[in-house]
């Protein structure tokens, strides 16, 4: 289990930090070959409840920046533990970013071991915020890193968002990729959406690839990274 303990944080931050009980798994992000990781993504498993459940009734309690400082400081002990090479991603809300103080710890922590290693997957939900959107990208310009909007096709991201955040990376939903193989609607879109954002400079991910067709199918249409059960779960 993830432990915050020994963080040099504001006592009211560390006190609900150590009220969580958290580990963290990882899902491999591919090259087209398939079996060469170009990142792996951060994904948070509460050892009481599901993680939709923990979300909610933070959101419920409006306390999401707790799971935000979480995220962070969690999926990084936990990525170096492993000993990854690759680069890591890590959900954060579009609401929320972590204040200054919790930042400078951050960086005093990881230090030089996060530069180029991290992607900021900016999430579907519950609202985007601008202001802390631009402090995100204030922090991942500085340390040479990637941002990412998560789960394109649902929730609150749509093109004109895109273009608020310009991005360096978009991840196509689920909703668009489950059963592109032999349907020509998402097939049409999903075109459409690759030859846009690369018009773009814009790196796209298919996630939830869950049957060898689709992902043989996306490989056709040149999108740059996958991700998904047919490749491999997360672990």
Known sequence: MISFDHLPLDKDILKALRELSINYVFQPIFLPDGKTVFAWEALMRPTDMTVTDLIADYMKKDKLHVLEVA????AMQAF??????????????????MKQEEADVFLDLF??????????ENLEYPYFSAEHWKEKS???????????????????????????MSPHIVKLDRELISGIDHMSEKQRKVKELVSLFHSKGIQVVAEGIEEKEEFEYLLGLGIDLYQGYYLARPA
């Open 71 to 74: 995220t962070f400081f969690g």
């Open 111 to 120: 230090g030089e071991r996060i530069r180029n290693r991290m992607i900021i």
């Open 80 to 97: 170096f533990l492993r000993g990854y090479e690759q680069k890591v991603a890590i959900n954060s809300f579009p609401s929320d970013c």
């Open 138 to 164: 204030r922090s991942v310009k500085y340390m040479d890193n990637l941002l990412a909007a998560d789960d394109f096709g649902t929730g609150i991201t749509n093109l004109e968002l895109i273009e608020l």
